[in-house]
């Protein structure tokens, strides 16, 4: 079974504070997404990585690779209130001509005024 | 936002009936994928479509089955709703297989199967 595990699962933080959210894997990804989701709505992609050690920033947002492309951090410095939502992270296997997507479950943040 | 829209958006139907649900995308995206999402599990697909009448399975295609007659159609049938069913379905689009390529999704369909 292919599992990619996100960590923490909840996280509540008064607005200005730092966070980081991981995302861990035996497998290796040819290249990593992650999404934020709102309420009622569907995923929106936030960045993918592709190469081991990348480093992305959007933002507050730094997004990075782990050089074994194993695994995955996203860091948010001086979180807002618009920064609440559901984080995911997405794994990509490729299998031949195909390409699989291994999902977390997510990490539930909420950013208190 | 790739345009993608999906009706119903919310529906609720008794065990036993068959259900359609529809996507739809005006970007003209190659590939067309139904998740669905649900607490504990996070979100599993049920079968994709690489083009107009090619589809294939994803991890949990039992009890579903899907078509895609045009380009900006796909199309997601529940054979024989029941319980475990209930979930939130979500249509994804994707222009092609390059790693970089964005996924888009749509809003959702919120399906309750009493």
């Known amino acids: 079974t292919q599992l990619l595990e996100q960590s923490p699962q909840f996280l509540s933080i008064q607005e200005g504070e730092n966070l980081t959210v991981y995302c861990n894997s035996s497998?290796?990804?040819?290249?990593l997404q992650w999404y934020r989701q709102e309420p009622g709505e569907g995923p929106v992609l936030l960045v993918t990585v592709v190469t081991g050690g990348e480093v992305k920033k959007l933002k507050r947002l730094t997004f990075q690779f782990g050089d074994a492309r194993k695994d995955s951090s996203l860091h948010i410095t001086a979180a807002q209130p618009g920064d609440t939502g559901l984080y995911l992270c997405?794994?990509?296997?490729?299998?031949?001509?195909?390409?699989?997507?291994?999902w977390g479950l997510g990490t539930s943040l909420a950013v208190n005024p | 936002d790739a345009g993608i829209t999906q009706s119903p958006r919310h529906k609720v139907t008794e065990t036993g009936t068959p259900v359609t649900l529809r996507c739809h995308q005006t970007e003209n995206h190659r590939y067309m994928y139904w998740y669905r999402q649900d607490p504990g599990h996070g979100l599993r697909l049920i079968h994709y479509?690489?083009?107009?009448?090619?589809?294939d399975k994803g991890e949990v295609s039992d009890g579903y089955s899907v078509s895609r007659s045009k380009t900006e159609d796909f199309l997601l049938t529940l054979e024989s709703a029941t319980s475990s069913q209930t979930s939130v379905y979500f249509c994804a689009t994707r222009p092609g297989q390059g790693e970089r390529e964005t996924q888009y999704f749509g809003p959702g369909t919120r399906l309750l199967v009493l």
């Open positions: 479509s690489y083009g107009v009448k090619d589809t």
């Open positions: 497998s290796v990804f040819s290249s």
């Open positions: 997405a794994g990509a296997l490729k299998a031949g001509n195909n390409r699989k997507l291994i």
